[in-house]
């Protein structure tokens, strides 16, 4: 018998919280959603053109699909090894990743991840709809890295190495309104990339009206998209000082970009994204799909 399940963590909410990143009423409307896209989901995967085996053939999983998800939650959450996970779920470690890979996708589906948001906010058409997905009709603008282990092959190692860190790194940048929520996010980028070429290479479209803020790492943005109209700190120029009024608006911007800050607080939570990442960068993608979902989930209770 294994020693976590959904029964027994939802008794405690403090705990099931700390484990998975959700309240268990959050946690419950998720499942709901992958309950009811689960058939129709193992329908598909098993109907894949390169499928050898019958469809029913195979060794069925060994937990119900409801523990499956408490486990895949409670490893972005927690980010312990696969061996740790398969005793606490009672599952050989091989048969963990299997479980969870497969669940990825779906859970993908059924949380607001930040494509969504920036979908739908892209067809918001009067100032009502824009103020419902960017309130103030703000966005703020950052990015985030994330150590790696020191690449094996030579030109990695240098693609990814991060000079603002001193370590090999990945980055993605992030878009959020004034309520914290992730409404556009990019691919991975290679640790070695400016903050600001990501952003040049792949910057949200954002609403007529909306203003973009940003740190002094995106300086020059002012001049390469006026039409952005972004909100920049001022920069002191060599051998002056800025006035009192820059200043005040220095603190006052600072105050309102806390919220982009507050937000990698949130996903920097899932230790899967805070610490170290070992798993293959390929899936990397998904995986912060998948965080800044949950993340969207417990800010705008979508």
Known sequence: MHLLTYDRLAGVPFIFRSFTGLEVSEFDSVYEKVESRYEEFERKRLSRVNRERDIGAGHPFKLELRDRLLMLLTYYRLYVTSTMIGFLFDLDHSNVFRDMRMLEPMVRECIPIPQKMYQRAKRAGTP???????????????????????????????????????????????????????????????????????????????????????????????????????????????????????????????????????????????????????????????????????????????
């Open 128 to 302: 009502d709809e824009v103020e419902e997905y960017f309130p103030g009709f703000k966005a703020f603008i950052d990015a985030t890295e994330q150590d790696i282990p020191r690449p094996k092959d030579k030109a990695k190692r240098k693609s990814h190495y991060s000079g603002k860190k001193r370590r090999h790194t990945v980055k993605t940048q992030l878009t959020v309104n004034t309520d914290g929520a992730i409404i556009h996010k990019t691919n991975h980028a290679r640790g070695r990339r400016h903050d600001y070429d990501i952003f040049k290479r792949n910057h949200p479209k954002l609403p007529k009206g909306v203003r973009p803020g940003t740190d002094l790492g995106y300086y020059g943005i002012q001049n390469d998209f006026p039409e952005l109209n972004p909100i920049l700190p001022f920069k002191r120029k060599k051998g002056k000082e800025l006035t009192e009024v820059q200043k005040r608006f220095n603190k006052e911007l600072s105050k309102e970009r806390v919220v982009v800050e507050h937000t990698i607080a949130l996903v920097k939570k899932f230790k899967i994204l805070g610490q170290v990442f070992r798993n293959r960068l390929r899936h990397y993608d998904l995986m912060t799909d998948i965080v800044s979902g949950l993340v969207n989930l417990r800010i705008a209770g979508i």
